[in-house]
């Protein structure tokens, strides 16, 4: 999302400075970086402005590409960003696929310390693949798990038309590796590929039967879709957790703590109803994140 949703081109929208820690400030200077989609943009503003808070002089840099982000803290150009297990794992680390949420975690903590990043606490949220239907349409055929669609689809092969990307349809661990863990498949003319934007709302609107999308998404619960149960664990973990380089954390002792006080508290539930909040209600960023950060106490 990683390898998925996380995969954008844009550059930063703020310039930033090889040493973002340069400065006179008590607490010094701390760049915040971020990925180019709506999650992403809620994770580093409620970090951006929550460090502001604590006193920080804080410079954002967001709407960037899942490799140039890397590249930046990597280069110093910013000092940390929220990162998915599974992407730096496979993507960065090129290992393999991992589905277990604790295994991937440790895999890439291990992997970046070498490159004197440091993964801090990650959240209790997995922004994985999910598999889509409608609520209703689900309920009434009696499909909860990614098997039962399977047997559904074995058993009634035209009836079931299937919305992907272009990345999820031409990825082996995509579209093709799903059929096979699960020993079905999709008739290709029920298969339509679309932009990741319009999946969401092609379902809702019946345009089609069944969907991929991320398991996080607030449009899941804003347009009664229900995520079906991978019980055979076919889709890697990408859990999110503050990502840092080792220099900063270093000169700054108390932020590791303050960042794990945010990521301890973010959970699947609250990481879609922020992305609804934004998504579905068209809410404001900044509002969404310092809404939340109030919420919990976190600023005033």
Not at 70 to 78: C, H, K, T, Y
Not at 150 to 174: H, L, M, P, Q, W
């Amino acid at each position: 999302m990683m390898l998925l949703a996380a995969c954008g081109a844009s550059k930063p929208e703020t310039t930033t400075q090889p040493n973002a820690l340069s400065g006179t400030d008590s607490k010094g200077k701390v760049t915040v970086g971020g990925k180019d989609f709506t999650e992403q943009h809620i994770l580093s503003k409620i970090t951006s402005i929550y460090l502001k808070e604590k006193g920080y002089d804080v410079k954002e840099a967001s709407n960037m590409g899942s490799t140039v982000v890397r590249q930046a803290l990597e280069n110093g150009q910013i000092d940390l960003y929220w990162e998915y297990t599974g992407t730096s794992l496979v993507i960065y680390n090129k290992q393999p696929v991992e589905t277990n949420p604790d295994v991937a975690y440790q895999k890439v903590k291990e992997k970046d310390k070498e490159k004197n990043l440091v993964w801090l606490n990650k959240a209790d949220f997995n922004n994985t693949y999910a598999i889509m239907m409608r609520e209703q349409q689900a309920n009434e055929l009696g499909i909860k798990t990614i098997s039962d669609l399977a047997d559904y689809v074995k058993k009634n092969t035209d009836k079931i038309k299937f919305a992907s990307n272009a990345e999820f349809y031409a990825r082996e661990d995509g579209i093709k590796g799903l059929e096979k863990k699960y020993g079905f498949q999709f008739p290709p003319k029920n298969v339509v590929k679309m932009d990741t934007g319009l999946l969401y709302n092609a379902l809702k609107d019946g345009q089609i039967d069944v969907s991929v999308g991320f398991a996080t998404d607030g449009r899941i619960k804003g347009f009664k879709l229900v995520t079906l149960q991978d019980d055979k664990l076919f889709f890697p973990a990408y859990n999110a957790a503050p990502v840092v380089r080792k220099e900063v954390l270093d000169k700054n002792k108390e932020l590791s703590d303050l960042l794990n006080d945010v990521a301890t508290r973010l959970s699947t539930e609250t990481m879609m109803k922020l992305n609804h909040s934004v998504d579905v209600e068209h809410k404001d960023v900044a509002e969404v994140a310092r809404e939340w950060l109030v919420s919990q106490k976190l600023i005033k």
